[in-house]
């Protein structure tokens, strides 16, 4: 199995920047052949796709949303995965998620089969 752990969630004002952290372990988990992504829900909404990285060439994807304002990017040698989200707004409020599959279709969660706990990031205006 593959377990996953996100971290670096906080209450942060509008503008500023945050850095999530999502390790992974388990014997079935292998870097180079995950394709991993982050997810986030907020309160009443149902789970959005953020930004997706590819294991193979480690191409990204993100969401409209946060375009040209979140990176995604991964520690394969130390089984981590990054979300650097820069100029926060209120909207971006939600429970971030990280999540792996081996061929998933990157902003569809249901092509995922593991999923952390999630960490919770609160923008205030």
């Known amino acids: 199995q593959v377990q996953l752990v996100e971290s670096g969630g906080e209450l942060v004002q509008a503008g500023g920047s945050l850095r999530l952290s999502c390790a992974a372990s388990?014997?079935?988990?292998?870097?180079?052949?995950?394709?991993m992504g982050w997810f986030r829900q907020a309160p009443g909404k149902e789970r959005e796709f953020v930004a997706h990285?590819?294991?193979?060439?480690?191409?990204?994807y993100y969401a409209d949303s946060v375009k040209g304002r979140f990176t995604i990017f991964r520690d394969n040698a130390k089984n981590l995965l990054y979300l650097q989200m820069n100029n926060l707004k209120s909207e971006d409020t939600a429970v971030y998620y990280c999540a792996a599959a081996l061929r998933p279709v990157p902003n569809q969660p249901g092509t995922y089969n593991y999923w952390g706990q999630g960490t919770q990031v609160t923008v205030s205006s």
């Open positions: 990285i590819r294991w193979i060439d480690e191409s990204t």
């Open positions: 388990g014997r079935t988990f292998n870097p180079y052949r995950m394709g």
